[in-house]
């Protein structure tokens, strides 16, 4: 199976820009889209947005519309998360999984495989 690995979190000021990363471990034939979630304490895993692996279509959740984006790297097999204008609703961990059954899922329950999350802190 393969294995997912999110990196680039931190502590940065509100306004600021971050981009994380999502290493896979290989790109196999069976990946539908890789997707990137977020849970905030206290609160429930929330889909951001997700890149189909053929074709590079791009869904993203409407609050994440406008200032997050996500891109491919095939053959660096890494997937980003770029964040702009971060606020301080967003901080969260920061969680990248890989689906092998839909290419557009909002669904946290599609995705088959998880990393252990990269933590974002905007400070106040």
């Known amino acids: 199976q393969v294995q997912v690995a999110e990196s680039g979190g931190g502590l940065v000021q509100a306004g600021d820009s971050l981009r994380l990363s999502c290493l896979l471990s290989?790109?196999?034939?069976?990946?539908?889209?890789i997707g990137w979630f977020r849970q905030a304490p206290g609160r429930e895993r929330e889909f951001v947005g997700c890149i189909a692996c053929r074709g590079g279509y791009l869904f993203y959740a409407d609050s994440a519309k406008g200032r997050l984006a996500i891109s491919r790297d095939n053959v660096q097999n890494t997937v980003y998360l770029q964040m702009n204008t971060l606020k301080h609703e967003d901080p969260a961990v920061y969680y990248c999984?890989?689906?092998?059954?839909?290419?557009?899922?909002?669904?946290?329950?599609?995705?088959?495989?998880w990393g252990q999350g990269t933590h974002v802190t905007v400070a106040s």
């Open positions: 999984a890989v689906s092998t059954t839909y290419r557009n899922s909002a669904d946290a329950r599609d995705y088959q495989a």
């Open positions: 290989q790109l196999t034939f069976d990946i539908d889209a």
